[in-house]
């Protein structure tokens, strides 16, 4: 509490007085994305670059994704304010999403940034001041927290759940560094956790220690009762995992019981006759079990939400993803533009929350016509930062040309998504065009 109070009293009183520089914002598909600087000559690093994504759809913004880069990956912060899967999810939960960039002063790296009290906490809470300016959403101020962190950023994750318990709806933590013992608070036993980790196969340097981390933190959070599960995948290492087919659906099932549906900030805690326990070592036989009804050391068990979440944390651990077989909406307001010996597609389209967009389909008289792009993902991402590629997607026109349009009868086109599955067909009749 002491520490929260701090904060707070340095933004308040000037002690940290942010100048803000390169504010602005970028108007893209179905939002707007943030942009803004914080420099001052009292934080230990150098400075904070933050994008925030904030959807047309929504008025109040209840909750705001933080995902945070590891060491020396700064400038790859921003990409996921433009990750069309990470904007679905926040369109759904009325969200918004920031990507920070936080820049050392020195070659040390995330040592500058990666604890809170030097800085890396009050200049998150000017940030969200400057963009709650910029965007009119003076909620952002208030707004709960989602926590995603890699590695350096897992340390921050870990560090942001020591100093601001009350604010974390709940956090992921992809391999987090440099094996933290830090004395949380009672508070921080109300927050459910994943931690990741891929073993001996994960950067377990002497300083990173990052298999360490996750199997020390687990079992301090888990002895405090803390609602939280340990991921080891393996077949991967720190710079290698699948993360977000099981972060995605773990958040969607805590924020179904934290969140307020009357719009209050506080959080509900999470009901744990709703919870499921999971084995935590990966074998072929990995069982899980409804946490009423287990009679075994609870503690010495991954937690899971609900039971939609064990079964997806099951597979996590077992085969490194999680299978999406839902196929995707199809895509939305299809025009079709004649040109002198042309004809020019556009269409809106809203990423697959379980799995995104992979490419579009287009047919002619109900046959394949062309993909969309031609080859490679509309978006996917980086298996190492979770980095959204390309940061900007494609924009959604397609044109047809030397293509005799008596020929033609219905054009149409469908969403597939990363695992390949295909939506239903949008259609439109070529006689009915004007």
């Known amino acids: 509490m002491f520490k929260r109070l701090f904060f707070a009293l340095l933004i308040l009183t000037g002690v940290l007085s942010p100048v803000y520089g390169q504010s602005g914002l970028n108007k893209i598909p179905g939002g707007t994305v943030y942009h803004t600087t914080i420099r001052d000559s009292t934080l230990k690093f150098d400075h904070a670059n933050y994008s925030v994504f904030i959807p047309d759809s929504i008025q109040e913004i209840r909750g705001i994704f933080i995902h945070q880069h590891g060491c020396t990956m700064e400038g790859r912060g921003a990409s996921t304010a433009y990750d069309i899967q990470y904007q679905a999810f926040a369109r759904k939960w009325h969200l918004a999403i920031l990507g920070p ?9 995330c040592w500058d940034w990666r604890n809170p009290e030097e800085g890396s906490g009050p200049a998150l809470l000017a940030g969200l001041d400057s963009i709650a300016q910029l965007s009119n959403h003076p909620e952002l101020k208030i707004a709960p927290w989602l926590l995603w962190g890699h590695s350096g950023g897992g340390y921050w994750v870990l560090a942001m759940i020591n100093a601001y318990p009350d604010r974390i709806i709940a956090a992921v933590c992809y391999s987090p560094a440099f094996d933290p013992h830090f004395p949380y608070p009672e508070a921080a036993s109300k927050i459910p956790v994943i931690i990741r980790h891929a073993g001996s196969r994960d950067f377990n340097s002497v300083r990173a220690n990052c298999w360490g981390t996750a199997l020390h933190t687990f079992s301090i959070l888990r002895n405090m009762d803390g609602p939280v599960s340990i991921a080891y995948t393996p077949r991967q290492n720190h710079n ?18 934290r969140l307020q549906l009357n719009g209050s900030k506080v959080l509900n805690d999470m009901d744990q006759k709703k919870a499921w326990l999971c084995d935590t070592t990966t074998n072929a036989n990995v069982q899980v079990y409804k946490a009423s009804s287990f009679t075994g050391d609870k503690h010495s068990m991954s937690w899971l939400p609900d039971s939609a979440c064990a079964v997806k944390f099951k597979e996590y651990i077992t ?5 999406d077989n839902t196929a995707p909406l199809a895509p939305e307001n299809l025009k079709i533009v004649k040109g002198k010996d042309s004809l020019t597609l556009s269409w809106t389209a809203d990423a697959d929350l379980e799995s995104g967009i992979g490419h579009f389909n287009i047919y002619i008289n109900n046959q394949l016509f062309a993909r969309y792009p031609s080859t490679g993902d509309f978006q996917t991402f980086k298996t190492n930062g979770d980095d959204a590629v390309p940061v900007i997607p494609p924009v959604m026109t397609y044109m047809i040309s030397g293509f005799s349009e008596n020929r033609i009868d219905t ?24």
């Open 319 to 323: 085969t490194g993803s999680v299978q």
């Open 240 to 257: 290698l995992s699948y993360i977000r087919y099981i972060a995605i659906p773990f958040f969607e099932s805590v924020l179904a019981q």
């Open 411 to 434: 054009i149409a086109i469908t969403t597939v998504n990363r695992f390949e599955i295909e939506s239903p067909k949008t259609k439109l009749f070529i006689s009915n065009l004007p």
């Open 101 to 109: 960039d936080l820049y050392p002063k020195t070659n040390s790296n």
